[in-house]
Nanobody, 112 residues
Framework: QVQLVESGGGLVQPGGSLRLSCAASGFTFSRYTMSWYRQAPGKPRELVAS???????TYVDSVKGRFTISRDNGKSTVYLQMNILKPEDTGVYYC??????WGQGTQVTVSS
């Protein structure tokens, strides 16, 4: 069955960086778009970035120029490099494939 395992979250000061990873299994990873979502406390889950099977990327406006999504099809892993982090980037980050379920998420906290 489909499994997504996120890692790499943590506590970081404003202006810092983190790199999130999501290891996928149970489907042919290279054929599908992969996405990162985040959910801040009390807010709905929002789409942050997506990468297609061909490598095309899209980002929500609030992270453009700071975040980079990438994928390694040989490792069935998608990454989110997050730079110049801001307190408003705080939340639980989830990766998502074309299939259910969601992963367990990884907490990112940006605070001084």
């Amino acid at each position: 069955q489909v499994q997504l395992v996120e890692s790499g979250g943590g506590l970081v000061q404003p202006g810092g960086s983190l790199r999130l990873s999501c290891a996928a299994s149970g489907f042919t990873f290279s054929r599908y778009t992969m996405s990162w979502y985040r959910q801040a406390p009390g807010k709905p889950r929002e789409l942050v970035a997506s990468i297609s099977s061909s490598g095309s990327t899209t980002y929500v406006d609030s992270v453009k120029g700071r975040f980079t999504i990438s994928r390694d099809n040989g490792k069935s892993t998608v990454y989110l490099q997050m730079n110049i982090l801001k307190p408003e980037d705080t939340g639980v980050y989830y990766c998502k494939s074309a299939f259910p379920p969601w992963g367990q998420g990884t907490q990112v906290t940006v605070s001084s």
